[in-house]
């Protein structure tokens, strides 16, 4: 079967725009989670939900973060007011709950 | 401090060689779990392996095994015969129990098989 999805697989944008990334995750999973990687690292949680809930957005960095998941399928992470600082690969997993999380291709933002 | 700790930023290892790479964790939870993923220059994430913090043997998948040892806590990942296309930066990672599920992540380490 078909496995998470990402889209754009690169975003280049400017500084102060805003941008959505995409995850299509894979179908039956319940559980989504949104991971960052700066380069040279390891991934950061943001945020996680079960079904169309956010059940916990506690690792998002501050308030242009956000994210939806409105049918309990494919997920939005938005940011808002982009800064340098947010350039890294973006991954999402997705899973049942408790069981290993499969990730997608990841997207890799460039503000410039 | 940091709750998952690999030590070996990179390493080089000749063809079928084993290899062991390490990874140190810190908890307080009794009941947890370890991942392993493998991240080609792709960039996609790849589950390896998973250990329980109940579990009484070590896992084994394949070419992999993880050598648990949970008094030390550790979990170093063991592949056997290596290959070329094992090269790739790994990671460990920890669930806690009441982390909503979220894993949290060592540093990797960066795999060069050589021929």
């Known amino acids: 079967g078909a496995g998470v999805s990402q889209t754009p697989s690169n975003k280049v944008t400017e500084k102060g725009k805003y941008v959505e990334l995409r995850c299509d995750p894979i179908s039956g999973h319940t559980a989504l989670y949104w991971y960052r990687q700066s380069l040279g690292q390891g991934p950061e949680f943001l945020i996680y939900f079960q079904g169309t809930g956010a059940a916990d957005d506690s690792g998002l960095p501050n308030d242009r973060f956000f994210a939806v998941r409105p049918e309990g399928s494919v997920s939005t992470l938005k940011i808002q007011r982009t800064e340098r600082g947010d350039s890294a690969v973006y991954l999402c997993?997705?899973?049942?709950?408790?069981?290993?999380?499969?990730f997608g291709p990841g997207t890799r933002l460039t503000v410039l | 401090a940091q709750k998952i700790t690999q030590t070996q930023p990179g390493m080089f290892v000749q063809e079928k060689e084993a290899v062991t790479l390490d990874c140190t964790y810190d908890t307080s939870d009794q009941s947890y779990g370890l991942f392993w993923y493998k991240q080609p220059s792709s960039g996609e994430m790849i589950f390896l392996i998973y250990?329980?913090?109940?579990d009484e043997q070590n896992a084994t998948e394949g070419r992999y095994s993880l050598n648990f040892q949970k008094a030390r806590k550790s979990a170093n990942l063991v592949i056997s015969a290596s290959q070329l296309g094992d090269s790739a930066m790994y990671f460990c990672?920890?669930?806690?129990?009441?982390?909503?599920?979220?894993?949290?992540w060592g540093a990797g380490t960066k795999l060069i098989i050589k021929p």
């Open positions: 250990q329980g913090s109940y």
């Open positions: 990672a920890m669930r806690e129990r009441d982390s909503n599920y979220q894993l949290i």
């Open positions: 997993a997705s899973s049942s709950p408790g069981n290993e999380q499969f």
